[in-house]
């Protein structure tokens, strides 16, 4: 029988959960879900992972709100709770298009961080703005 997407998530976040926290190391997270303000029949439920380097190179996976697998690479400058990053995403109108999402953590028990993202709306490119739900956790 198929797990779903609610027995996948729990379990990656479990997983994440028995890791060992470290102050300055590599991070290794999950996309969740996103809500899309106006909804336009956009895909919220986004599983995907993503791992970003102690030096801030990022690269991940996720199912996108097109229904559609979506792979990413890029750099994240991160100040305090705040984050940025820059890069480029396959998946979407254009083979690659490059993309720059601004995050915020907004807290953290036991070591595993709950962030979101915001992607604003882009006239011709992205018809709503979203918001997104990822947790993560860093690993040594």
Not at 103 to 132: C, D
Request: proline share 5%; net charge positive; aromatic share 8%.
């Amino acid at each position: 029988m198929p797990l779903s997407v609610v027995q996948l998530v729990s379990g990656a976040i479990t997983a994440l959960a028995l890791l060992a926290p470290c102050a300055h190391a590599d991070t290794v997270g999950l996309h969740l879900a996103s809500v899309h303000v106006p909804q336009r029949q956009f895909n919220n439920v986004n599983p995907g992972l993503y791992y970003r380097s102690d030096a801030g190179w990022t690269v991940g996976g996720y199912r996108n709100s097109l229904r559609r697998t979506s792979v990413y690479g890029g750099y994240t400058l991160e100040y305090g709770p705040l984050a940025l990053t820059a890069g480029a995403v396959t998946g979407y109108q254009d083979a690659v298009q490059a993309m720059l999402v601004p995050s915020l953590r907004l807290f953290t028990h036991e070591g595993v961080s709950a962030r979101l993202a915001y992607i604003p709306r882009v006239e011709k490119r992205i018809s709503s703005n979203v918001w997104h739900l990822m947790v993560e956790r860093c690993i040594c």
